[in-house]
């Protein structure tokens, strides 16, 4: 059992003591009422992270403002005295479990979009486009930066009205109050403009504002980016003199992140992010400081959390992304039980879900924003018989389910090993995390007692010998291989039999053929072997469907190894050192030359004749992930972990 000298020691910010080290940072969930308000849903989502073990809960960002500062369509407000008593309910809901909470207070500037206000066009200190974006904002007049000022200071009135114990101001990410502090945003000739003092003017009224109207024993933290990693923004020797400069006008603590839209992987990191890749961020500004530091570092385990605590970098440890994988991470890990921990795969499902109007999911965690629908597992299996076939991710899960609610699992896979695609997807570089989540899986169902029966693709006549309540199929899909000259050539190989088999391929010229994140990834493991590997996308883009952080990262590696990506060329035919390609876009013939194949083209669901005799030979059967329909990590675990936790 690992001992932890830090991360369960009590802290203290201003006057307000906490009971350990873990903090959650804000995310957007848009879990959110229609009317801002904390809804069951979000109440129920923050208790469920308090009752797990998290220390301090900071919201999502929190509006101030209706005409210009909308962030997310449902998003938690404080701009009227009518959100209370919902956000009463929830300060007490994360309180019983002697958990503070602090009201994240926000306002997204020239990072929002003018659909979001009505058509309005947006706001900002300059008019100077986020090229993420795209939008041209108006200049704030000086009149109306006063009037924000003051939308902030009651904003934290709110919050302390209803009984939350702090509030912090969001100057990172690239945001208002960020906007106005970094140089490269912050054009202004008034008196919010122009040094360095004048750009932290904003800031310093809300801050002096909220002091004079809260009083001196409520607790204020600002989020900054230690580095804005954008040319001519925040470097990380303006962070330290902004955090100095923060502390001396009387800011209890200081909350380290970085990055803005425009240098959007440095905010939340996709999965070739290493954990602590910026721990030093921190620790050049609590070298700075006195007061505490909160780190966002991408912390996925509390070793890591454990260590850089030891180490000094931070006072406490900022687990976002890693809370939502699993909600009782502190309880978990405080008890010893750290292999128990469903850990976050870097996957980045759950901000594409909020950047597209959705509430927050989680690939591994289905029941993220849903606690108080699936909040107990009906313990009625008494013992019953349930087959489920086929150990990836959707079987796992459902395998875990039902191991909980006590029916007695016998689980099938074929292969020598557990994991299905998602075992496969820890094969490439950098996919490590994968594997992890794999082991998790594994551990968690032979820890319940689930009968594992490896290399086994069982017959009707062994399912019938056992008799079962209920049987589940999650074989998984079938890759596409479309019917063309030479498709069934030595030459030509499947992109998931490359990564199964680890195929040893060195020094040959390899077209891949389809540029989804299976494709691409098996591009990488082969050009990293030292393979010449270009990629073919029928398609206008590379990494169609692919959210563009994380398409960002894998193509920013794979140019690194010279892989050439081609979009609009269709594969037709191949022959022994050549492909035939079509130009989709003006149907022109072409050639290229190839030693080998490797088609990634996608998957179908397996339609074939064991299918249908197991729906023929069993009343209860269910049919999960890609079996089902093909998916993403999130659809193989959420099928399986619905399909279970509703068998009756």
Request: proline content about 4%; aromatic content about 6%; some cysteine.
């Amino acid at each position: 059992m690992m001992e932890y000298n830090y991360l369960f020691k009590k802290g203290q910010i201003g006057r307000l003591t906490l009971k350990n080290r873990i903090v959650m940072p804000a995310m957007g969930t848009s879990l959110a009422s229609s009317t801002g308000e904390a809804s069951d849903r979000m109440i129920k989502y923050y208790e469920e992270r308090a009752k797990g073990g998290c220390g301090l809960i900071i919201t999502e960002i929190t509006r101030i403002d209706d005409e210009t500062g909308v962030g997310t369509p449902n998003q938690l407000c404080a701009t009227n005295a009518n959100q209370i008593p919902r956000l009463e309910r929830l300060a007490r809901a994360v309180h019983k479990y002697d958990t503070k909470i602090f009201l994240q207070l926000h306002h997204p500037g020239r990072q929002s979009h003018s659909r979001l206000i009505e058509g309005r066009q947006i706001a900002a200190p300059s008019a100077i486009t986020c090229k993420t974006i795209g939008e041209m904002p108006r200049e704030m007049t000086t009149e109306e930066v006063e009037g924000l000022v003051k939308k902030f200071v009651a904003g934290a009135k709110i919050a302390q009205i209803a009984g939350i114990d702090g509030v912090e101001l969001h100057g990172a990410h690239g945001y208002l109050i960020g906007q106005f502090m970094s140089p490269l945003t912050n054009k202004r000739t008034d008196k919010y403009g122009g040094s360095f003092v004048n750009r932290m003017r904003f800031v310093t009224e809300i801050i002096l504002g909220i002091r004079h109207i809260c009083g001196p024993n409520f607790p204020i933290s600002v989020r900054i980016d230690g580095d804005e990693f954008v040319e001519g923004g925040i470097s990380q020797e303006e962070a330290i003199k902004m955090a100095r400069y923060l502390e001396s006008i009387g800011v209890d603590s200081i909350n380290v992140s970085s990055g803005t839209y425009e240098s959007a992987v440095t905010i939340i990191e996709p999965v070739s992010y290493p954990e602590g890749w910026k721990k030093h961020l921190a620790e050049g500004i609590k070298k700075s400081v006195k007061i505490p530091v909160i780190a966002c570092n991408n912390v996925k385990t509390p070793e890591v959390a454990e260590k850089l605590l030891a180490e000094g970098s931070c006072d406490f440890i900022a687990l976002g992304r890693a809370q939502l994988a699993d909600p009782e991470f502190g309880k978990k890990a405080m008890e010893g039980r750290e292999k128990e921990i469903r850990p976050c795969i870097s996957c980045l499902h759950c901000i594409e879900q909020v950047m597209n109007a959705k509430t927050v999911e989680c690939a591994v965690n289905p029941r993220l924003g849903y606690e108080g629908e699936y909040a107990h597992y009906e313990k009625d299996g008494d013992g019953r018989v349930v087959a489920v076939i086929g150990g990836g991710p959707a079987g796992m899960e459902a395998a875990r389910v039902l191991a909980v609610r006590g029916f007695k699992v016998v689980l099938f896979e074929k292969k020598g090993h557990l994991g299905g695609s998602v075992y496969l997807g820890s094969i490439p570089p950098c996919k490590d995390k994968l594997k992890a989540l794999v082991n998790n899986m594994e551990y968690q169902i032979r820890q319940l007692g689930v009968d594992i029966r490896l290399n086994c693709a069982p017959t009707i006549e062994d399912l019938k010998a056992l008799n079962p309540y209920a049987v589940f199929v999650a074989m998984g899909g079938n890759a596409i291989v479309p019917e063309m000259p030479g498709i069934h050539g030595e030459n030509v190989v499947i992109a998931t039999d490359v990564l199964d088999k680890k195929m040893d391929i060195r020094g040959k010229k390899i077209v891949v053929a389809g540029s989804g994140m299976t494709g691409l990834e098996t591009a990488e493991y082969l050009a990293e072997k030292g393979n010449e590997v270009e990629v073919i996308e029928m398609q206008k883009n590379i990494g169609p469907g692919v959210h563009a952080p994380v398409l960002y990262d894998v193509t920013t590696r794979l140019k690194k190894y010279g892989v050439k990506m081609y979009t609009r060329r269709q594969l037709v035919a191949v022959e022994e050192g050549k492909i035939h390609l079509l130009n989709t876009y003006d149907n022109t013939k072409m050639t290229m030359d190839a030693d080998c194949v490797v088609l990634s083209l996608g998957v179908r669901p397996q339609v074939n004749e064991f299918v249908g005799d197991v729906e023929k030979n069993f009343k209860n059967v269910r049919i999960l992930g890609d079996s089902q329909r093909p998916g993403k990590v999130y659809d193989a675990v959420q099928t399986g972990f619905d399909k279970a936790y509703t068998l009756e």
